[in-house]
C-alpha cells in the first residue's frame, strides 16, 4: 500500500513523462489527419 507521504515522489515523474507522452502522440495524430506536412 502506498503511504500518502511516498506519493508524490511516485506520481510527479509519472505526471512528467506521461503527459509529454501522450501530447506529443496526440499532436502527431492531429499533424497527420489534417496532412499538415
Known amino acids: 500500500m ?3 507521504n511516498s506519493f508524490p ?3 510527479v ?3 512528467g513523462l506521461v503527459f509529454p507522452a501522450i ?3 496526440s ?3 492531429y ?3 489534417n496532412k499538415i506536412f
Open 31 to 33: 499533424v497527420q489527419k
Open 9 to 11: 515522489s511516485i506520481f
Open 23 to 25: 501530447a506529443m502522440a
Open 27 to 29: 499532436l502527431s495524430l
Open 2 to 4: 502506498i503511504t500518502l
Open 13 to 15: 515523474p509519472l505526471v
